[in-house]
């Protein structure tokens, strides 16, 4: 299973997101995590970038929703505890499995 991490430099959040996908894909051998960077909003535009970090499996936004909007902006995910930068390392495992 591919997993990418797209996320660009000006938000911090895909770090997090970075360390727990690290660590899924320590768990599970069958799961290839990648990274690419988003360098402009043409890019954003084309690659439909939900914002940063936006995680990608087997190449579809596994956390996307109606209000998910495309360009070079720090995304939000709700979790249990709130509002949050990136997604629990239960969501991501949750999101990989469902995939």
């Known amino acids: 299973m591919d997993v990418t991490l797209l996320y660009f430099d000006g938000c911090p959040n895909w770090q997090v997101a970075d360390r727990r996908l690290a660590q ?3 768990e599970r051998p069958d799961v290839t995590v990648s990274r690419r960077r988003v360098e402009t909003a ?3 535009e084309r690659l439909r970038f939900g ?3 936006t995680i990608l499996v087997d190449g579809v936004d596994v956390f996307a ?3 998910t909007t495309v360009g070079l ?3 939000l995910y709700v979790t249990p505890d709130g509002l949050a930068g990136a997604p629990t390392l239960d969501q ?3 999101a990989i ?3």
């Open 24 to 26: 899924l894909a320590a």
């Open 42 to 44: 043409q890019e954003a």
């Open 92 to 94: 991501l495992r949750a």
């Open 73 to 75: 902006t720090c995304r």
């Open 65 to 67: 929703g109606p209000r």
């Open 97 to 99: 499995t469902k995939a």
């Open 51 to 53: 914002g940063s970090p």
